[in-house]
């Protein structure tokens, strides 16, 4: 798999924000499981994302996870009550 130019664009403004970003992976069912792994490898090289989720939105598969991993990243805060 190669990148395009919108992926590489994508990346650039990801590494000028600097901000924590989980990246998802869908159609996972269409995609034999070596080439999916390569596929994250790839990723893995390009960008320091929080976590990678590969998912199949049509198969509800590791879709729980996404909120999982959002809640990791949001900051506890203190009741004023």
């Known amino acids: 798999?190669?990148?395009?130019?919108?992926?590489?664009?994508?990346?650039?403004?990801?590494?000028?924000?600097?901000?924590?970003?989980?990246?998802v992976l869908n159609k996972i069912d269409l995609v034999p499981k070596e080439e999916l792994l390569k596929l994250i490898e790839l990723w893995r090289m390009e960008y320091d994302f929080k976590s990678i989720i590969p998912i199949s939105a049509t198969k509800n598969e590791n879709v729980e996870i996404i909120l999982e991993e959002i809640e990791k990243l949001i900051p506890e805060r203190t009741s004023i009550l």
């Open 1 to 23: 798999m190669r990148f395009g130019k919108g992926d590489r664009l994508i990346l650039e403004k990801l590494q000028e924000s600097k901000k924590d970003v989980i990246l």
